[in-house]
């Protein structure tokens, strides 16, 4: 089965950068997407395409792909940014989606 | 703004089938070329992408859970459904709905559905 590896959890004080990877082999040839879900909140979409940002999504928040890793970055982390992260790839293979089992983002 | 809302019993006994719907608000289901998904999310654990139907109506499973998964359309109510069959306690999650492929753009603020007797 498809999996993507992450992180359970990163910590980071505010006003530092946060990376959240998500990894599984040569997944710099797929597409990935990232959510951030608040604590009791529905997912939202924050990176699409590796490194687009939908609108309303701070500049703070940037993505990259390549090779082994995708990457979410978020600088200047405040503590808004406390959340869970989830990376997700559509699987062509299968014709399904995949999420990654999610990075915990603590803002100490 | 796409607005989705689920709605459906949330407390459905062992061995029956759990039913789900979704409706759609502010586009029209059958005007574009969508996907509509549902995921679910067991208590403190991560996302599980379940399905998701094209506005032909042809539809994609995730192969753990297709044996026990139906995903409906229906355009002239703007809505689309989710049936899970001979449901156990390992079912009890909160389901959402969502929109898009090959991401999610828009989701519903989800249901919590318990499978209890």
Known sequence: SYVLTQPPSVSVAPGNTASITCGRDNIGSKSVHWYQQRSGQAPVLVMYYDSDRPSGIPERFSGSNSGNTATLTISRVEAGDEADYYCQVWDSGNNHVVFGGGTKLTVL | ?117
């Open chain 2, 1 to 117: 703004q796409v607005q989705l809302q689920e709605s459906g019993p949330g407390l459905v006994k062992p061995s029956q089938t759990l039913s789900l719907t979704c409706t759609v608000s502010r586009v029209s289901i059958s005007g574009g070329r969508y996907y509509w998904s549902w995921i679910r999310q067991p208590a403190g654990k991560g996302l599980e992408w379940i399905g998701r139907i094209f506005t032909s109506g042809s539809t994609n499973y995730n192969p753990s859970l297709k044996s026990r998964v139906t995903i409906s359309v229906d355009t002239s109510k703007n809505q689309f459904s989710l049936n899970l069959s001979s449901v156990t306690a390992a079912d009890t999650a909160v389901y959402y709905c969502a929109r898009g492929y090959p991401f999610l753009d828009y989701w519903g603020q989800g249901t919590l559905v318990t499978v209890s007797s």
